[in-house]
């Protein structure tokens, strides 16, 4: 059964830049072809998607955030990474990666979750 | 983008009571082509991560108490517990896969009355 665990600073300070990974147990990166996305929560608030990479490394990104966000994956680690680039306040939320429930489409619901992670951006 | 909008904000039932939350998009999540709703429905609880109930907006996860049903299409969608336990207190989301982004509503708190 596929497990998903966030890490990374729970604080970052305005201007600096992100950055988050998302380990993967259970299963490979490189012996499936899921979608593998970031999702956000502002405090007290709704879920917000913020892209998605393919398992071949292919993304898209919300273009809310795009001029911001890379999403990375490094197959031999089983790990992908978001980075998000000149935060600020409003980028405070719990990062949640997910995976795209079947195999080579993008468009399908999010299962597994990993538990998530509170970043802070504060000075 | 589609925008997802759902009601009420918040609502109470009674324990053993049945509990109605509408999801609308801002258009279609049919795909005519196989005819299926690209929407899906999650249980949120404070400190864990959303859990997925509902997929194809009626398609029950396994594992999900039969409590819970998707129904809708097109643009209208509804969740309905049938008989609310406690353990269902949470925020619930509808979430359309149809296109790029994919988005998700605001969500609907329930409470025991």
């Known amino acids: 059964q596929v497990q998903l665990q966030e890490s990374g600073p729970g604080l970052v300070k305005p201007s600096q830049t992100l950055s988050l990974t998302c380990t993967v147990s259970?299963?490979?990166?490189?012996?499936?072809?899921?979608?593998w996305s970031w999702i956000r929560q502002h405090p007290g608030k709704g879920l917000e998607w913020i892209g998605y990479i393919y398992y071949s490394g292919s993304t898209y990104y919300n273009p809310s955030l795009k001029s911001r966000v890379t999403i990375s994956v490094d197959t031999s680690k089983n790990q992908l990474s978001l980075k998000l680039s000149s935060v600020t306040a409003a980028d405070t939320a719990v990062y949640y990666c997910?995976?795209?429930?079947?195999?080579?489409?993008?468009?399908?619901?999010?299962?597994?979750w990993g538990q998530g992670t509170l970043v802070t951006v504060s000075s | 983008d589609i925008v997802m909008t759902q009601s009420p904000d918040s609502l109470a039932v009674s324990l053993g009571e049945r509990a109605t939350i509408n999801c609308k998009s801002s258009q279609s999540v049919l795909y005519s082509s196989n005819s299926k709703n690209y929407l899906a429905w999650y249980q949120h609880k404070p400190g864990q991560p959303p859990k997925l109930l509902i997929y194809w907006a009626s398609t029950r996860e396994s594992g999900v108490p039969d409590r819970f049903s998707g129904s809708g299409s097109g643009t209208d969608f509804t969740l309905t517990i049938s008989s609310l336990q406690a353990e269902d207190v949470a925020v619930y989301y509808c979430q359309q896969y149809y296109s790029t982004p994919f988005t998700f509503g605001p969500g609907t708190k329930v409470d025991i009355k």
């Open positions: 997910a995976r795209g429930s079947d195999v080579d489409t993008a468009y399908n619901w999010f299962d597994p």
């Open positions: 259970g299963g490979s990166f490189s012996s499936g072809g899921y979608y």
